[in-house]
T-cell receptor
């Protein structure tokens, strides 16, 4: 069964460093998303991406964050100058173009900023 | 701005009992999802509800949607330990953006 894959599963980084979280969406999907979940809290939308551009973003997704689809398969989230409060589980998701479709989530990357 | 509220936030149940989790949302939406999350794991899709009166069942879980009341329920029948997890409802705000509820932590005790 097709699935969304994310790497790495766990990333530890020093405060102030840049990190890139990687995702391989399901191959025929056209919409891509990043969500985050701070430990013990709810899942929050960060950004959606369609047709090689951001279609929506939340207030959380400020200039510190960027997304890119560098090739036909990968979808990345870059976090510049990480802060302690960026520590969270980051989920990538993808969906196709149908109204009835659901978003399929990857297994997540746990980011720990120390 | 769409707000999604779940209750209860924590539910401890005995095996064999029935219970319902509620999900209220504040503005019109055409899709509602229920997800399950095990500790440290990803979100597993349980149900997609698209229309008023939609009811879906899988095993001991049944989900329903009342778009007029902006309410969805997840009913658990004869709970078993394996159902212990956190359950989230999520509502599509616009486009494909999901707004999640706070989650309900379910613990089934034997």
């Amino acid at each position: 069964e097709p699935e969304v894959t994310q790497t790495p599963s766990h990333q530890v980084t020093q405060m102030g460093q840049e990190v890139i979280l990687r995702c391989v969406p399901i191959s025929n999907h056209l919409y891509f998303y990043w969500y985050r979940q701070i430990l013990g809290q709810k899942v929050e939308f960060l950004v959606s991406f369609y047709n090689n551009e951001i279609s929506e973003k939340s207030e959380i997704f400020d200039d510190q964050f960027s997304v890119e689809r560098p090739d036909g398969s990968n979808f990345t989230l870059k976090i510049r100058s990480t802060k302690l409060e960026d520590s969270a589980m980051y989920f990538c998701a993808s969906s196709d173009y149908s109204r009835t479709t659901e978003a399929f989530f990857g297994q997540g990357t746990r980011l720990t900023v120390v | 701005e769409l707000k999604v509220e779940q209750n209860p936030l924590f539910l401890s149940m005995q095996e064999g009992k029935n219970y319902t989790i509620y999900c209220n949302y504040s503005t019109t939406s055409d899709r509602l999802y229920w997800y399950r999350q095990d500790p440290g794991k990803s979100l597993e899709s349980l149900f997609v509800l698209l229309s008023n009166g939609a009811v879906k069942q899988e095993g001991r879980l049944m989900a329903s949607l009342d778009t007029k009341a902006r309410l969805s329920t997840l009913h658990i029948t004869a709970a078993v330990h394996d159902l212990s997890a956190t359950y989230f409802c999520a509502v599509v705000e616009y486009g494909n953006k999901l707004v999640f509820g706070a989650g309900t932590i379910l613990r089934v005790k034997s």
